[in-house]
């Protein structure tokens, strides 16, 4: 075995040379093993990776990345990381990511579009492999800015503007519907939509499916719309006490509300505040499935999406554009939600 050379004094690290002459190898052997290891036999692979331990070696991905135009990363940004669908979308991509070798790198917007731009340009910047962007607004500036550098983008839970990029839905309107039509089906007759930011491209696909449901029970069926100004549990708590108020015979028996954290807060506010019993006098079902969104008395009624599913997706099709180049053509795939029914609203 040879021995490696000395290192020159404010050398910042042992270089792949350092661990070839370490190996007794050549530097594409070195390299083989970092990202080709099948090409090189096990014997072969161990000698290098003892000595990359031994020397302490870590590769310079930035210099990599210059020379090749991208990293073995890609970038997701999320709108809203303490909703646990991003969480899912998170979990899901990073396991489809890790199988064909490629790194996650997570950011956090908050439903900040000027954070979400920050982390966009950083992540081209970082000549990241492509960017899975999950934003609550349209994004089409920045999604346009990073793609005319040869960044590929996936959007996902946001319709994209026709031939920009390839993206992965939940089919929203269904997710309005289903929840409509378990409350029509379970005999509600007078119904409220609890909902706020009409603005995200989401909360009015809900809308759409919420309608259509009442619309297509007839005239036995009413609703009413409710404007909560946000999302958070704060304005849950504002809406389920303006509720409390009401006479009994103007109180909705059957509550979609487009936030579990809405309606965990709205559920408080009725059935252990005001004695209004949910799911007798007001059944109640969300939107969203959120882990994140806290508990109320009662365990909340949901409609489900596939947020790892969607995170498996979008890496897919991200991957299929990088390897097409000039013949890909954008796709869209959309996926179908589920309700779960628990004790706010039973069947």
Known sequence: MATARPRVQGHAGPSMQDVADAAGVSVGTVSNVLNH????????????????????FVRNDAARSLVSGSTNSVGMVLADIENSLFIDMAHGAQDAARAIGQNLLLANTACDMTLQDDYLDLFDESRVTGVLLAPMEDSSAGIARIRSHGRQVVLLNYAPKPGTCCSVLVNNEHVGYLAARHLIDTGRTRLAYVVAHDDYQPVRDRRRGVRMAVEEAGGGVSLEEIDSVGLTTSHGHTVGRDLARRAPGELPDGLIVVTDALANAIIHELHTVAGIRVPDQVAIVGCENNRGAGTAALPLTAVDMPGRTMGQEAIRLLMDEVSAGKQHRHATVVLEPELIVRASAPL
């Open 37 to 56: 290891p099948a090409k090189v036999s096990p014997a072969t692979a161990e000698r290098v990776r003892e000595a990359i331990g031994r020397l302490g």
